[in-house]
Nanobody, 121 residues
Framework: QVQLVESGGGLVQAGGSLRLSCVAS????????MEWFRQAPGKQRELVAG???????RYADSVKGRFTISRDNAKNTVYLQMHNLKPEDTAVYFC???????????????WGQGTQVTVSS
């Protein structure tokens, strides 16, 4: 069974940094596209950053220049390095992957349980 497990969240002061990790397990293949979403209280879940193998990373305008997404396919891990954090970055951050499984051509859409990031002013 596929699992995505996030870690690295916490409480940080404005201007600080955190690095989130998302480890994928249980898959027989490497996920092509990995993304980070976040959801603040009372708000809709929003895409923060995405990285597809062989493509340029994608970022929400609100995090460009501050966040960097990267991945280590050998470790089945995707990272989100966050710098210059702001109180408005406070949210639960989720890891997600969607796509079509090679061979079976079955669609998949997996989510992690989320990790809380709180930025104090």
């Amino acid at each position: 069974q596929v699992q995505l497990v996030e870690s690295g969240g916490g409480l940080v002061q404005a201007g600080g940094s955190l690095r989130l990790s998302c480890v994928a397990s249980g898959s027989t293949f490497t996920f092509n596209a990995m993304e980070w979403f976040r959801q603040a209280p009372g708000k809709q879940r929003e895409l923060v950053a995405g990285l597809t193998n062989g493509e340029t990373p994608r970022y929400a305008d609100s995090v460009k220049g501050r966040f960097t997404i990267s991945r280590d396919n050998a470790k089945n891990t995707v990272y989100l390095q966050m710098h210059n954090l702001k109180p408005e970055d406070t949210a639960v951050y989720f890891c997600n992957t969607v796509g079509i499984a090679p061979g079976t051509y079955e669609a998949y859409d997996y989510w992690g349980q989320g990790t809380q990031v709180t930025v104090s002013s």
